[in-house]
Each structure stands twice: as C-alpha cells, then as structure tokens.
C-alpha cells in the first residue's frame, strides 16, 4: 500500500525499542523486587508498572500493524481505532485503580504520565482510524506521534517507578539517598 511507503523504518525502530524495553523493565522489575509484597503494594503495581508493560505492548502492536503488507488502510484504520478505543477504557481503569489503591499517594505528575497523557495517545489513536480513509499520509503521522508518546510515557513511567522502588528500598535500610538526590 502507497500509503505506509516510508514508514517501514520508523516502525522498525519504535517497535525494536519498546520489545527491548518491555524484557528489560521484567529483570530490572525482577532484580530490585525480592521482598514479599502486600495487598496494597500488588494494587500499586497494577496501577503503576502494568501500565508501562502495556504502553510498549500497544508500541509493539502498531509497529507490527505498520509493517504489514496491507492492501488498503481500512483494515489498518480499523486496528488503529479498535487499539485507541480499547487504550481509552484500560486509561479509565487506571485512573481508577490508581485512586483507590493506598500504597502511595499519586502527585499532579503520576496523574499527568499514567492518566491523561496516555488517554490523549489513545484518543488521538481512535481519532486517526476515523481520518484514515479520506486523509491517510495525515493520519500515519498522527498514528507516529501517538505511538512515540506511549513509547515516551513507558519510558518515562518505567524509569519513575524503578527509581522509587530503588529509593524506597534505600529508606527502608537507612540508607542515604545520597549527594544527587537529598
């Protein structure tokens, strides 16, 4: 198809980064968490680092999706749209988790990468399914920035929560946070 002409390389670089990302938050997740967890920390879990694995899963999916040899961009419009809207509602059930969940107390920062920067990527996914068919080379932009935003926000949500798992870890030992971050 015409239309995907071009983007076999971006999609090869985005999907390569988030299959990387989402092994290596499992042994990073893996290496700093050896303590039994509770009720609440499994809850926080859920809302914190489940996103991430999912973001780049979505990453993954759009650049196998983008890759296809596809004969019209219907069928990948209807993808795309389906992915956006089921984004949309798994962002609600975050928010939500992330409320009720009382390991830790979300700040303006948390609500911004985990909530509304995902349901904007989402959205806008859902958005360019709809302007695919009578704006295509629009609409794969659209698809591109949407999918750098869910591979950014992963990287930006996994790194936040290894370094809290690290730092709390530290507090918990009595350990100094140290010169960098006092």
Do not use: C
């Not at 009382?102 to 920067?117: G, R």
């Amino acid at each position: 198809m015409a239309a995907l002409q071009g983007w076999e390389n971006f999609y090869v670089i985005i999907g390569s980064a988030a299959g990387a990302l989402i092994g290596l938050q499992f042994v990073v997740m893996t290496l700093i968490d050896n303590k039994p967890i509770n009720r609440a920390v499994a809850q926080a879990g859920d809302s914190f680092t489940t996103p991430s694995v999912i973001h780049f899963g979505v990453v993954l999916l759009l650049s196998a999706v983008g890759s296809a040899p596809w004969n019209e961009i219907a069928a990948v419009a209807v993808l795309w749209g389906l992915v956006g809207l089921s984004g949309v509602v798994y962002v609600v059930r975050v928010a939500r988790r992330m409320r009720l969940q009382t390991a830790y107390q979300p700040v303006f920062e948390d609500w911004l990468f985990h909530v509304l920067l995902p349901f904007a990527a989402y959205a806008t996914l859902a958005v360019s399914a709809y302007a695919a068919r009578s704006y295509p080379r629009p609409a794969l932009f659209i698809v591109g920035a949407a999918a750098l935003l869910l591979l950014f926000i992963g990287i930006h949500n996994a790194w936040d929560t290894v370094t809290y798992h690290v730092f709390e870890k530290r507090r918990e030992k009595g350990m100094p946070k140290g010169k960098d971050h006092e």
